[in-house]
């Protein structure tokens, strides 16, 4: 059996207070094991980019626990959980958030700048990474050189590129085509499966979650089904 | 940290180049316009304080009346008399010689020319006294002098009004229906520290003044005596020796105020330097404003910067930088564009205060001090003035900077 790298303990969040309150997570508990590539799934407004946030370290829930790697990250600080996603995490995101006018090795290299290593080191280990996404060769074109589907790539190799234990992607072929959609998926899987990298997906498409071993649907903040359970025998 | 700060941030600068170069204007231009002021200031000091030593050196005036500086009324109060020379002379023993002047002004006319002058009737200790060279002919000697002999020697500028170009030597002026002899042409000594032309001026024996020239009043008065000092003696020890002296010839009661003044050269050019400093500081403070207003200009240019940028934050933030990595990228940009500007600033300005002091015939004095200063007050902007909105951009929540549009 694989270790479990998250678990969520009856995670709520409820945005705003009062009578504005509204509760977008109604006590959510899950583990994910190291390894698995996890799709999310559901209805628009049922939870699914919240509980994204939350499993990013960017957000804390309002109750419950999460426990990444044993450690418990609903009390830890603004800075400390900067440095969780710094040193353990990768994002995704649907709209690729590349730094405008900055070439894709520039873009790569950035966390690995926040890590604090020197300059030949970034180098290479950038160039590894956009090697690895396919992306040999257009190293210096910034993200207005790039299409759609590249610039995703670039995306995922700065995701990537810090070998985090857990990649989050957040609708990341939301914005491409069905065949550049495809490529996306072919590469997590790939990164999933040889480097065993923890994939934490959500889409609206059967057809990408299909890609995924193992879908989590959430309804109106509450998870609807889990196929580990239902998939297992 | 800091040195990944600062690459960071000259990579967004380059990034932008020309806004960059409009942000800086203003810290330029503050810049530059506090240095230039400082160094046409610091000339005018120093052109004032050479003139006044132009006047010569251990120099002390004795005048009647209260007054320091010209302008400032004198109340009545008695002349000096040609005694009064010999008693300082023999009483005060660091004074080397006595010249005793006198003059007003009157018009002198040669042939069909004329032209108004003050006459000044001297003592011939008055040449060296009084820092003058001769140019031309000779100066008188002390037997004309007592003789009270009708000679004359022009200032440059009254040879000129009067001669142009042909040797005035040997020639007969005419003023006050005395005629005159020249014998001799003062080297010209330009304009003294009050602006005026020193070399409008028309010398002549004392005993010759008081007769034929001045008044019948003032038959037997000197207006001023000058005083030179021995060389390595305290003029101030002067200062005091000659008043105490005066006091007691005047039979001044030890109540009562003087009725004369004794000063000496340093004094008038502390009075007039301590004003030329004040002018120099009045025009740096409003220089200094238009630095505060290109302080403004950069926050205004940053709080765009960073709204603009507000999805790039969020990214870096989700990265995982802290949130003082991002405070310090900030406001390291925002130092590095002042202090940018504050150099070129600097650049320009020597330029510009070169051109001006040659123009305006002052002495080039440069002051490191206050370029120093300047550009250590244009980083200080970055950093005050990048601080505000550097905070703003490290306290962006990450979820709502990412879905900034
Ligand atoms: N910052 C916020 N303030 C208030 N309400 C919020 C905020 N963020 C999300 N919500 C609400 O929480 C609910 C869940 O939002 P969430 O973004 O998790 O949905 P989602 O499943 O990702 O939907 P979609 O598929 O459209 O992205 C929605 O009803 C949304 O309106
Ligand atoms: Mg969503």
Redo the contacts between chains.
Sequence with gaps: MKETLISLREVTKTYGSGQAAFQALKGVSFDIAEGEFVAVMGPSGSGKSTVMNILGCLDVPTSGEYLFLGEHVELLNRDERALLRRHCLGFVFQGFNLLARTTALENVELPLLYRGLPLAERHAQAKAALALVGLTGWEHHTPAELSGGQQQRVAIARAIVTRPALLLADEPTGNLDSERSAEIMQLLTGLNQEHGITVLMVTHEPDMAAYASRTLRFVDGLIGHDTAYVGAD | ?LW?AL??AL?EIR?NLMRASLTVLGIIIGVAAVITMVTLGNGATALITAQVASLGSNLVIVRPGQRMSPGQPAGWAPAFKEEDMQAILEAVHAVREVAGIAQRGSTVAWMTESTFTPIVGSTPSYLEVGNWKIAEGRFFNDSEQRAGRALCVLGDTVKKALFSGSSPIGEKIRTRGVSCEVIGVLAPKGQSAMGQDQDDIVLMPLKAYQRRIAGRRSRQDVGTLLLSVRDGLSTERVVRDVSALMRERRGIAPNENDNFSVFDTRQISDALSSTTRVLTALLGAVAAVSLLVGGIGIMNIMLVSVTERT??I??????????R?VLLQFLVEAVALSAFGGLVGIALALVASFGLTSAMGLPFVLDFQIMLLAFAVSAGIGVLFGFVPARRAARLD??EA?RHE
């Design positions: 940290m990944n690459l960071l990579r990034r999805r790039e969020g990214t870096r933030l989700a990265i995982g930088a802290l949130e990595e990450p979820i990412l």
